[in-house]
């Protein structure tokens, strides 16, 4: 059977988890399944579709499980997005036909991911600069400062965008210096470090990014950074010495936000202690936590939960972005969490399965990066949401209301099928024509 | 580099174990206390998506029901009162933001048809719970003429079946409207009187002269009295130093026991009290059931204590050393509820036997088939057969001739005893009356007060008594 089938296979039961659970919602919802709530469904499955032929015809060797998996998680976040708002339901579906045209355009014309080597750099500037626009331009939205409006309503995010360019620039980098980071030049208190002629502009780029959206304002995207970050330099390197380094830095850095900006306390304090300030600075994540407790082990199932209120708002607030986990573990319970929570195990299994069998460093390096992104960004957002860190305003991928996330996500979803079809198509050697009949000549030859 | 890069996978696989171990512990380990935080507005929604089961009064009219409607796409129930000023303090309300009270609140876990084994699927709430209905002794007839006699008036009615306990009459005035409750809750509680207090069962009053039933058994039970015994009224006695005088300062000159309960003079009551001792007549109080409270199938801590009431706690009732005299007549630190002295009648009716006061009398589920019946049980035995049928025939004296002739029912013998006790204020009494019908063959018992009354209980509470012992025995119950 070949990958493509295969994944067409697995899409199936992605499919069928998109139509039962919009059917289970118009059930709970004493709504009948309208053409509306069939017409989302089936434009999803129909962009599924598209981005699947696009895969035949570009990169048919690519890894068959990544794509069903993507399905899935988007086919769940879509099902929770209908049940809490119909109507953001259906301008996601304009983002994900924005994201599947993404996602077409970055396999038809980028043959090979190795064309960003030589502009890492570039990758690098960018990524600051993006930063500094948004820090000049943004707009305050939720307490961080990380949108960009532009006319006509719509706002975007750069740091999205930013995180594609900070693992292009690392991948680059860090596959130029690999050899050099192996070898530790000094040791302090008996952890090596790598010359600082090499470390560096990496450890200098990454500040500033920490810096820049310490001035932002938002704590989730910095985190995910520097996970990345340390992720890649590790892969790199091999070296732990380096990750304990850096993460002696990273608390460190964290103290001395924590001592300098107050505004810090008062999320810290919401950290800790949500119950004490439950109107004020603790409502979001305990009355996240009140939806979450009450759905219990197998929950009330979709849209039998209790997160609209009665004059129509959110329960919990920004449910549809922040806190779309909570919306979701809210009605399927324990159970239906412990499901997404594999299927991003799963979807960062398969990002790292093809870094592992790309055949150069800089493809590792950028698999590597790209899936620890997607897996980071899952794990600080839903850390956030069960406490186990501090709650920050990341998306969680491929369920979050936003375009901005959704078109990043899938950009990288594609870069990942690039880079597996390309160390897992069979070598082809192209030979002219006429040499082959010259060779077939002398085989025939032979026998005669 | 894969080496390090299958490293990787598993500190991140170990990440998401960790957020799935925390959410476990969120989800399901810590939940419950997370659920039963105050003000946890899940909590509050889930109450309100439950069929809860409707609370009937004796002959199945509705008092209580939900009523289903759409709220954001779900099904919600709100639950209305049809004859909300009928009981409000007994049936209670059950609300979202002002919690439970009465039946609502005791009979939660079936109202909620959270009660028996429950099904594998019900237990993981796959199956809707649909609550029990619980069907109430309250008699609709009776109830309301009480209500209609309190109106205007602060005061209570209680009625039960001496025969089995069963309460018929619950009536608490102010009252209030349960409908009322979620929408206009301030303003019922500005109202004065204290709408909200059940006075059956948590007003204490002084019982004045009605105590003196327990007085005349306790006379009795001693062997030293008689409902013969004479004694000589010169319109006071000494008692612990301060002269004891009678009602309106009346002299009523020789009389026998009958006599004295017949016309309540204080001053042989008082000679008896002295007599007995705190020992004996206290002995009689606890078999009468002062100093305890029954149930009566409504939330625990809400039924109170009777007896000799000091601060918030309640004596024992055989302490010595006391101004037994005045304890006698029902004075002296004795405060009693309206249900208390319903026993007294009631156990005087039936023979000695106090029986269990109940409301609930079944509860069937939603196929109709019962899962709880009140099985009648003995609460306390107050006395014997014999002594029992003397005071009945004392009591029955005090409505012929004595000071509760307006209590009499015609062609029935009722008995029957007066209180007017004194309040605060002069002038002002807590008009009582304690009585049961007909006395050959009791089928109710009653307890009567009407607060700060510038009449007697003879006057104002004796009626109000006839009327209620009326429509229960016309009513066939």
Redesign the interface.
Known sequence: MSPRTRELGFLIPAALVGLLGTASVANAQSRTLGSGALTIVGVVIGLFVLMHIALRLRTPFADPYLLPIVATITALGMVTLYRINPVLAREQVLWLGVATAVFIVVLACLPDHHVFEQYRYLCGLAAVALLVITMIFGTDISGAKLWIRLPGGQSLQPSELTKILLVLFLAGYLRDKRELLAVPTRRIAGIALPPVAVLGPVLLLVGACLGVLGLLNDFGTPLLYFGVFISMLYIASGRGSYVVASLTCLVVGALAIWAVIPHVHTRVDAWLHPFSDAQGQGYQIVQSLYALANAGLIGPGWGQGFLIGPNGNYVVPVLDTDFIFTAYAAELGFIGAMALLCLFVVLVARGLTIAAQAPDGYSKLLAAGLATTLGLQGFVIIGGIVRVIPLTGVTLPFMSYGGSSVVTNFAIIAMLLIISHRSRAPFRPRVPRALRANAQQQIDSLDG | ?????????WV??G??V???C???Y???I???A??N?P?????I??TLLVARGAILASDGSKLAVSVAS??????VYQRTYPNGTFAPQTIGYANTVQGMTGLEDSQNGYLTGDYGAQSLLGK???RARRGANVTTTLNVAAQEIANRDLAGKQGAVIALDPRTGAVLVMASSPGFDLSQVGTNFSHIIAQPGGPLLNRTVQGRYPPGSTFKVVTATAALESGLFTPMSMFDDTGSVLASGQLLHNFNNEQFGPNNLTQALTFSINTTFAKVGIALGSQTLGTTMNAFGFGRAPSVDLPAGTVFPSGRVSGNTVLSNTQSGEDVARIAIGQEQLLVTPLQMALVSGGIANNGLIMNPYLVHTITDSSGSVVFTHHTSVYSRATSPQIAAEVNTMMRNVVKEGTGTAAALSGLDVAGKTGTAQTSTNGLYDAWFIGFAPAQAPRVAVAVIVENSPLTGGVVSAPIARDVMQSILTGGN
């Open positions: 580099m894969n080496k390090s890069i299958r490293r990787l996978f991140l696989s990440g998401f960790l957020l799935a925390v959410l476990g969120w989800q399901v810590h939940a419950s997370i659920d935080r003000g946890n507005p899940q909590t929604q889930r759409n709220q954001q796409g779900q099904r993981l709430g796959l």
